[in-house]
């Protein structure tokens, strides 16, 4: 998996590319631990993303649950394979789908 990051000031977007599963989502995560402080909006872009397994989706929760106490997190461009994967575990509901 490629991970690309653009820094905005307060906004850091997320460029996915390839699959984020069970060996690759600790390195999204660790990228996310040293990346969050003081950015008010997150943005996830999956135009590139082919795959999420159980364990990048669990990396996105815990993205949402820290951006829900200091601003936002979108998440855009998503397959039509990952929006099903989404939707069967109830992520629809809880991500805030562009």
Not at 29 to 40: Q, V
Not at 78 to 87: K, M, N, Q
Request: glycine letters at 6%; hydrophobic letters at 40%; a negative charge.
């Amino acid at each position: 998996m490629d991970i690309k990051k653009i820094n905005n000031e307060k906004e850091l977007t997320i460029i996915l590319e390839g699959r984020l599963d069970t060996s690759t989502s600790p390195e999204l995560e660790a990228e996310l631990t040293e990346s969050l402080d003081g950015i008010t909006s997150l943005v996830f872009d999956f135009a590139k993303l082919e795959y999420i397994s159980s364990a990048g989706l669990r990396v996105l929760l815990s993205a949402q649950k820290t951006m829900n106490k200091q601003g936002e997190m979108v998440v855009k461009n998503v397959s039509s394979e990952i929006l099903e994967i989404f939707e069967v575990t109830g992520f629809s509901d809880i991500l805030n789908i562009k």
